[in-house]
């Protein structure tokens, strides 16, 4: 099956930066789209940024102009890059891989998150 890890979730100040990783492991797959959501406590899980396997990308209107993200198919690795942190951007970090094919694998794959927090 399919394995996802998410990693660099750090305590940073307000308006610093954090890279977070995420890498999909395991059986062979080859159409997918990949995303970023996040959940603070008391709030529902949203998204974040999203990149297909086309190479569209989609971002949240809270995190344009402060956040990227990029992927490198060759190693089924997904990044996400934040800047200009605030203290509402404090959540945990999901990692989700939307494999459309092969078909057996066919189905949405989430990480067990990587916490972020933005405090003085």
């Known amino acids: 099956q399919v394995q996802v890890e998410e990693s660099g979730g750090n305590l940073v100040q307000p308006g610093g930066s954090l890279r977070l990783s995420c890498a999909a492991s395991g059986s062979f797959f080859t159409t997918y789209s990949m995303g970023w959501y996040r959940q603070a406590p008391g709030n529902q899980r949203e998204l974040v940024a999203a990149l297909t396997w086309t190479g569209n990308s989609n971002y949240a209107d809270s995190v344009k102009g402060r956040f990227t993200i990029s992927r490198d198919n060759a190693k089924n690795t997904v990044y996400l890059q934040m800047n200009s942190l605030k203290p509402e951007d404090a959540a945990i970090y999901y990692c989700?891989?939307?494999?459309?094919?092969?078909?057996?694998?066919?189905?949405?794959?989430w990480g067990q998150g990587t916490q972020v927090t933005v405090s003085s």
């Open positions: 989700l891989t939307k494999i459309s094919a092969p078909l057996r694998l066919r189905g949405d794959y």
